[in-house]
């Protein structure tokens, strides 16, 4: 059991760090609130489609859910060009802009969520 609580424990993280509620997750998963409820409390574990599914959802390896490491990419760029450096630089700028602009859209959906529930009333 301690084992899946500390899968469960790195499935919310990650899901609180995207600010996405149990039930989108469920959502896009396939699956019931519940079901995200039962992984992240360890009280049932993902099969390993759905833990391939939440990985991709979360935008982790299944390496850093399950053992909690962070996939670290080294490159040696001593023999590389300038503009190929530059190029490199570029690409990481733009993945954090990219992944920055995915928390925001996140951030609105639940705010344009939240927005058309009051509306309701």
Do not use: C
């Amino acid at each position: 059991m301690e084992k899946n609580e500390r899968l469960g424990d790195r499935i919310r993280n990650q899901r609180a760090a995207i600010h996405m509620t149990q039930q989108e997750l469920a959502d896009r998963l396939g699956v019931t609130g519940a079901a995200v409820s039962a992984y992240e409390k360890g009280a049932r574990s993902p099969s390993l489609d759905i833990l391939m599914r939440i990985s991709k959802v979360l935008g982790v390896t299944t390496d850093e859910l399950l053992a909690g490491k962070k996939q670290v990419v080294m490159l040696d760029v001593t023999n590389l060009t300038h503009e190929q450096r530059v190029m490199i630089h570029d690409m990481i700028k733009a993945l954090e802009e990219y992944n920055a602009m995915k928390s925001i859209i996140s951030e609105n959906k639940k705010l344009n969520d939240k927005l058309k529930l009051l509306l309701e009333f």
